[in-house]
T-cell receptor
Framework: AQSVTQLDSHVSVSEGTPVLLRCNYSSSYSPSLFWYVQHPNKGLQLLLK??????LVKGINGFEAEFKKSETSFHLTKPSAHMSDAAEYFCVVSPQTGANNLFFGTGTRLTVIP | EAGVAQSPRYKIIEKRQSVAFWCNPISGHATLYWYQQILGQGPKLLIQ????????DSQLPKDRFSAERLKGVDSTLKIQPAKLEDSAVYLC?????????????FGEGSRLTVL
């Protein structure tokens, strides 16, 4: 079975400070892992993905995530938050093999304080 | 490049009424998905099409929900009769192929409120 747990439903940071959004996964197979972002009244957009290549994955807008198999984690980070980063972030898992399906976490709402 | 188009953006109906949502995927994308996103939860897959065939509809409540993609392009999701718990945002997404190692492109969603 595949699932993801996003440890924080809401994260608040000051502009210019680091961002850390935490995600732990459970998967019976070697998973593919993704982070998607959803801005208000906008469609979900892929930030980055891990598909068994390099464990440190760089995405758009300065975000990156590190796949740690020993910790079953895929945390999302950014060195310096910008006001435009305020949005809902979803950690997503999919099995490498088997049914083509994405399992979404419950989301983390990021607030950026000026 | 045009994105995934969905309509209507908002719909309010009473329980036991019916509703239909339409999706036009990105041109050339063979795979189309419908997701349900209930407030405070992550999106959940309802049905996945590859061209005009169904790949996965295991999470679709077939007693009230139906979906079709007759010509392998645009798709319609119908709910009849609606229940209060169907209040959600219905997201359509498309991708070039079936492998989820590829990127899914999402529309802005259709927000349904059932009173």
């Amino acid at each position: 079975a595949q699932s993801v747990t996003q440890l924080d439903s809401h994260v608040s940071v000051s502009e210019g400070t680091p961002v850390l959004l935490r995600c732990n996964y459970s998967s019976s197979y070697s998973p593919s892992l993704f982070w998607y972002v959803q801005h208000p009244n906008k469609g979900l957009q892929l930030l980055l993905k891990y598909t068994s290549a390099a464990t440190l994955v760089k995405g758009i807008n300065g975000f990156e995530a590190e796949f740690k198999k020993s910790e079953t984690s895929f945390h999302l980070t950014k060195p310096s938050a910008h006001m435009s980063d305020a949005a809902e972030y979803f950690c997503v898992v999919s099995p490498q093999t088997g049914a083509n399906n994405l399992f979404f976490g419950t989301g983390t709402r990021l607030t950026v304080i000026p | 490049e045009a994105g995934v188009a969905q309509s209507p953006r908002y719909k309010i109906i009473e329980k036991r009424q019916s509703v239909a949502f339409w999706c036009n995927p990105i041109s050339g994308h063979a795979t189309l998905y419908w997701y349900q996103q209930i407030l405070g939860q992550g999106p959940k897959l309802l049905i996945q099409f590859q061209n005009n065939g169904v790949v996965d509809d295991s999470q679709l409540p077939k007693d009230r929900f139906s979906a079709e993609r007759l010509k392998g392009v645009d798709s319609t999701l119908k709910i009849q009769p609606a229940k209060l718990e169907d209040s959600a945002v219905y997201l359509c997404a498309s991708s070039l192929g079936t492998g989820v190692t590829g990127e899914l492109f999402f529309g802005e969603g259709s927000r349904l409120t059932v009173l």
